[in-house]
């Protein structure tokens, strides 16, 4: 029976040809697994619409020695001559080698098999030069085979020395087409979509699924490359089957079940490895001189703004160096290995970026991609169509900042928006998932902080985001409050979000999504005034409910959250808390087991009530500014 490719379990990067080496085996065992191995590689099948001649022919040879090795085992030689055993082991190389290459088809682009066709024909040819060689040196009459199988040695080796170096003028031509094509995107040519069909066609790339996979396989293949030229390559590759999955299959919806690898928002990571201000998994942690750990990208666009505080403590900052944190980066990195989570350093997401930005043809695609996206959704009367298209966008948003610049310069912030809140008539019933996706998106847009600005002033994108947050699935409301915390970076916008009622909505999601609503609570009371203050009475018991079942990094925002009410909102706002039955002994708890942040909230926290009990609340602001300035160790009496 022919192995499909699934017979191959997905491999990320090719072995290095030292990789394979003589195995240290008896000289039994060397030809039961030179049989094993022979046999597999006859029972594969070619896998691709490319290449067929070739890989055939390989197969067909490597069957025919299956029947050496077969007779060796059915009339043992006592021993082998030192000749003997070089072919064997040189002979497992080689076959290595094959299966190898037949690995590579199995879990690899069409698309990069076929732009290296040429080089795959003359590896091919390789490969059976390598068998000649060792089939001319192989000592056959010392074998003591029978005679069939020494006439087929005989003609294999025939075979084999006869075999000349083959490219498919088939594969070849429907190459260059592809060159052309990309030639033609490179200098702003739409490309011809019945071209395009053809060529996806031949390449059996015939919908969504399949070029989605295609994607993946490309986007793993970047990584494969060594040298700047071939990643250039393969991210015009990209493009180009990005392009083409919309313009001639549809945007598509997100699988049910992955084909390979899971995404990190799919997995439940460590609070400690998530950057505070965009709740994302860290790919380069940096401390500030306060001694906060967060993602550089954060913190950078955070600085750039014009803030000068920490974002977590609100000290000023000594100076904006940003220091590694390589012990956290590579304890995040071993947990994504384990957790077979992809982990890009951000080296890594700047080089792939850095490289479409120098690559013109990927940039065009990327442009063409975002224009017929925008037309789709701008004329769509099918809620079905929008859902797609909206998806769509969203991956794009998530690539790179130039997808997520061309997104916002082809005009799709408006039909974001509009979708979100549901209001244009062709969108009414918007699935709550398209909703998110429309949330999502936004977010990666806030990432430019000229967008985040202009979305902030939109009260309908405030409105469709607290909305979402309050009646969405989990997995929207996470969408939405992480893109309400990347708008509360703008201060601006904080009063909207506080008008907005994004302050209750967090309280209510506090018993669902803690970690989440927490920080909103906390950024947004402490950008807000007084009226965030103000509406932050109300989830004052919710908070201390937080403080006693939350995990660390939601005990460290509640503490800090509920230190500011108390420090801003008077007596009455410390009455409240201070009548939540122990309390007291819940911030001694955390003094002794909370994060250092934690402990020093806690510890402001206390004194505030307990000056609040003895009657010297008349200054809750100078007690606040004595305790978090303080270099001494707090001791408060029982």
Not at 6 to 24: E, H, T, Y
Not at 49 to 76: D, G, M, T
Not at 297 to 316: D, F, M, V
Request: charged residues 25%; hydrophobic residues 40%; glycine residues 6%.
């Amino acid at each position: 029976m022919a192995v499909s490719p699934q017979a191959f379990l997905p491999r990320k990067r090719r072995p290095p040809a030292g990789s394979f080496v003589s195995p240290n085996f008896s000289d039994h065992k060397l030809i039961q697994s030179l049989l094993l191995l022979s046999q597999e590689i006859s029972s594969l099948q070619p896998v691709r619409p490319l290449l067929k001649r070739n890989s055939c022919s390989i197969i067909r040879k490597v069957k025919l020695i299956a029947v050496l090795f077969e007779e060796l085992l059915r009339n043992p030689v006592t021993c082998f001559s030192p000749s003997a055993v070089l072919c064997f082991e040189e002979l497992y190389i080689v076959l290595q080698r094959v299966k190898a290459l037949f690995e590579d088809w199995s879990n690899g682009s069409k698309m990069w098999l076929l732009m290296q066709s040429e080089s795959l024909s003359n590896t091919f040819h390789e490969l059976t030069v390598d068998l000649s060689t060792l089939l001319d040196i192989f000592p056959v009459k010392d074998m003591n085979l029978n005679e069939d199988v020494e006439e087929l040695v005989i003609l294999i080796k025939k075979q084999c020395s006869e075999t000349k170096n083959y490219l498919d003028p088939i594969d070849d031509n429907l190459r260059r087409e592809v060159l052309k094509m990309l030639d033609r995107i490179k200098r702003e040519i739409v490309p011809d979509h019945s071209k395009l069909a053809e060529i996806f066609d031949r390449l059996q790339l015939e919908d969504s699924t399949s070029c989605r996979d295609e994607i993946e396989s490309l986007e793993d293949e970047v990584q494969n490359q060594t040298d700047e030229k071939s990643k250039s390559d393969v991210i015009a590759l990209i493009g180009l089957v990005r392009y083409s999955k919309c313009v001639l299959y549809g945007a598509s919806t997100p699988r049910t079940t992955r084909r390979r690898r899971k995404s990190a928002a799919e997995a439940s990571y460590p609070p400690d490895f998530r950057c505070p201000i965009s709740l994302d998994l860290m790919r380069d942690p940096v401390v500030i001189s306060t001694g906060q750990t967060y993602d550089r990208a954060s913190i950078s666009l955070w600085i750039e703004s014009g803030h000068n505080t920490c974002p977590k403590t609100g000290q000023p900052l000594a100076h904006t160096d940003l220091i590694p944190n390589i012990a956290l980066k590579n304890l995040i990195a071993m947990w994504c290995r384990e957790q077979r989570i992809p982990f890009e350093t951000a080296e890594a997401s700047d080089r792939k970026t850095n490289g479409a930005l120098t690559n013109k043809t990927a940039l065009e695609a990327t442009k063409m991609t975002v224009s017929f996206l925008v037309n789709k959704l701008t004329a769509s009367q099918s809620m079905e169509t929008a859902n797609r298209v909206v998806h769509e966008l969203r991956a794009l948003a998530k690539s790179d900042s130039d997808s997520r610049a061309c997104i916002a310069e082809a005009g799709a912030l408006p039909l974001l928006v509009k979708f979100l809140g549901s209001e244009h008539p062709n969108l009414q019933g918007a699935t709550w998932e398209a909703k998110g996706n429309a949330a999502a998106t936004i977010f990666s847009l806030t990432g430019v902080h000229a967008y985040r600005k202009k979305l902030g002033r939109k009260t309908r994108v405030i409105k469709g985001l607290t909305d979402l947050a309050k009646d969405g699935p989990a997995c929207s409301k996470r969408d939405a409050l992480v893109a309400i915390l990347s708008l509360a970076g703008d201060r601006e916008t904080v009063g909207k979000l506080v008008e907005g009622g994004v302050v209750e909505m967090a309280g209510e999601l506090l018993d669902e999504l803690p970690e989440e609503a927490v920080t909103v609570l906390e950024v947004v009371v402490k950008r807000g005034g007084l009226v965030a203050i103000a509406a932050a009475y109300q989830v004052i018991r919710k908070l201390a409910g937080v403080l006693r079942e939350g995990t660390d990094r939601a005990r460290e925002s509640a503490t800090a959250t509920l230190v500011n009410i108390c420090r801003k909102g008077g007596s009455e706002t410390v009455a409240e808390l201070a009548a939540i039955p122990g309390i007291e002994r819940v911030l001694w708890e955390i003094m002794g087991m909370g994060t250092g942040r934690a402990r020093r909230k806690a510890a402001s926290l206390l004194r505030i009530l307990r000056r609040w009990a003895a009657g010297l609340d008349g200054d809750l602001t100078a007690a606040y500014l004595s305790i978090s300035t303080s270099p001494t160790r707090i001791v408060l009496p029982a």
